[in-house]
């Protein structure tokens, strides 16, 4: 079966750097994604790996580590529009598009 | 280029009744996922479609189907409501089945009385 862990909450402080970590166990991996999600609105798209390594993209980055079935979201230069949840989705083989999402990590940016 | 439009936005439904939620996606996309978030569960893939079929389906019972059209717009319909049934339902949208993004429509927040 499939099971995807992050951390339930996190703070941090404006202008600092957070990891936020997932780990995951499938069958069959093909992929991962993060996601930001403001309270009351869509998930958006954030960050998409399926090699090992570092993914940049501005203030965000994403690692994954497909042996370790670890992931990381980094977030740098904090914002406090940055205060939101992260979900954390992976994909499996020979599962079409399905993801299958963790519960979200709950960021909270602090002045 | 139109992001993914689900509607409505907001809908009240009574117990026992039926509803049915549309989602177009973004042009091009033909792939369409639709899953339920509950504070409880998180967000639960319901089903995918690609090309007008049927390619997955989650744990959820058969009061809950879906259809999609030849331009990729997807319905999704929930019979015989319940009380548990309240949620976002969320459609995601990508270009084919193994897609290196997938992007969301803003929802519709249903709540069964």
């Known amino acids: 079966g499939q099971n995807i862990d992050q951390p339930t909450e996190m703070t941090a402080t404006e202008g600092a750097i957070v990891q936020i970590n997932c780990t995951y166990q499938t069958s069959g991996f093909n992929g991962l994604f993060w996601y930001q999600q403001h309270a009351g609105e869509a998930p958006t798209f954030l960050s998409y790996?399926?090699?090992?390594g570092l993914e940049e993209k501005g203030r965000f980055s994403s690692f994954l580590s497909r042996s370790k079935g670890y992931s990381y979201l980094l977030l740098k230069e904090l914002q406090m529009k940055d205060s939101a949840s992260y979900l954390c989705?992976?994909?499996?083989?020979?599962?079409?598009?399905?993801?299958?999402f963790g519960q979200g990590t709950e960021l909270s940016v602090k002045p | 280029k139109a992001g993914v439009t689900q509607t409505p936005r907001y809908l009240i439904k009574t117990r026992g009744q039926q509803v049915t939620l549309s989602c177009s996606p973004i042009?091009?996309?033909?792939?369409v996922s639709w899953y339920q978030q509950t504070p409880g569960q998180g967000l639960q893939f319901l089903f995918e479609y690609f090309s007008e079929t049927q390619r997955n389906k989650g744990n959820f019972p058969g009061r809950f189907s879906g259809r999609q059209f030849s331009n990729s717009r997807s319905e999704m319909n929930v019979s015989t409501l319940e009380l548990g049934d309240s949620a976002l339902y969320l459609c995601?949208?990508?270009w084919g089945q193994g897609g290196t993004e997938a992007f969301f429509g803003q929802g519709t927040r249903l709540t069964v009385v």
């Open positions: 989705a992976v994909r499996e083989h020979n599962q079409g598009g399905k993801l299958i």
């Open positions: 790996n399926v090699l090992d």
């Open positions: 042009s091009g996309h033909r792939s």
């Open positions: 995601a949208s990508s």
